[in-house]
């Protein structure tokens, strides 16, 4: 997804997501008073030639060009998330991270750490399709066929079997670092596995993403069983837009009573496609959590949304 720039632009400041999650931003032109954003991955090619010409050729030199300043204001969209998202954590905990997959704006609300519950069966995936790239195969009938259950039905013993057949804590670890993952950690216990929204931004760029370790089919696959979820797993991200893949995590701590509840995915909104992670722990009940996480998706879509005029 790639803008037109105008001739007129100024510049738009946004946060580093991660060390991983590197990218390049643009802000161009005024639209009936407003902004949009243009953008690209961050692959810097070669700069400009300069050409050659004779002295003969060469304009006199004048007056110095005047320096021209906009009277655009900055946008800093982890100041303009936080200020949508704050109001609606409640008494929980929350973090979010949302990334516009077209241009690389993004933004992240929330540093913390914590536990994935189902929602680390994507990343188990992720990492059973590039042992098997790295092997050289396709994935055997049964690996398909617990992949599909793990995923579509977030079944555990599923999960389990497939940790199993990475290599454990220690395969996930290592596929994670190859992944760009930098502030998760596995656990044997797989739902106590931890992260952060950031990483989980950078998890939906290897599924999503065409600069991924996975091969475009790994992707594929993986991405239409994200959309062929249960139907009592039709929420969380899926409420900030249209045409969506997800993976639910639901967990409640024995500790506290509270639940865990994140959404992670890729969504569509006015026409452009987001990729979104929501992570919350303390919830009262897995009903309000999933109402709390749906209401910061859309939140945090809209701010993006907003941004583009």
Do not use: C
Not at 49 to 59: E, F, K, L, R, Y
Not at 213 to 224: F, M, N, V, W
């Amino acid at each position: 997804m790639t803008l037109p720039i105008p001739k007129t632009s100024t510049k738009m400041r946004t946060s580093v997501l991660s060390a991983s999650v590197t990218t390049v931003f643009l802000l161009a032109g005024s639209v009936a008073g407003g902004m949009y954003l243009v953008g690209r991955w961050s692959d810097p090619g070669p700069g400009p030639v300069a050409s050659v010409s004779s002295a003969a050729d060469s304009p006199a030199p004048g007056p110095p060009a005047p320096v021209v300043t906009s009277e655009e204001p900055e946008v800093d969209l982890d100041a303009e998330l936080a200020e949508a998202v704050a109001p609606l954590t409640g008494d929980s905990s929350v973090s979010v991270a949302v990334l516009d997959a077209a241009v690389g704006a993004g933004a992240v609300y929330g540093n913390g750490t914590y536990a994935t519950a189902s929602i680390v069966k994507v990343d188990i995936l992720a990492a059973l399709l590039l042992r098997a790239q790295d092997q050289g195969r396709e994935l055997t009938a049964y690996e398909r066929s617990r992949s599909v259950t793990m995923i579509e039905n977030s079944d555990n013993a599923a999960a389990t079997t497939l940790l199993r057949t990475i290599g454990g804590t220690a395969g996930l670890d290592a596929a994670n670092a190859r992944f760009g993952l930098v502030s998760t950690t596995a656990a044997a216990a797989w739902g106590l596995t931890l992260t952060t929204a950031a990483d989980q931004l950078v998890l939906l760029k290897t599924v999503f993403g065409t600069h991924s370790k996975l091969t475009e089919d790994s992707r594929a696959y993986l991405q239409g069983l994200m959309r062929n979820v249960a139907a009592d797993q039709h929420w969380g991200v899926s409420a900030a837009g249209s045409d969506w893949a997800l993976k639910n995590g639901w967990m409640p701590r024995s500790a506290t009573g509270l639940w865990d509840i994140n959404s992670i995915g890729q969504v569509r909104s006015n026409g452009h496609t987001y990729l979104v992670a929501v992570l919350s722990a303390g919830q009262q009940t897995m009903a309000t959590g999933i109402e709390r996480v749906e209401s910061v998706a859309k939140a945090a879509v809209g701010v993006l949304d907003g941004a583009r005029g």
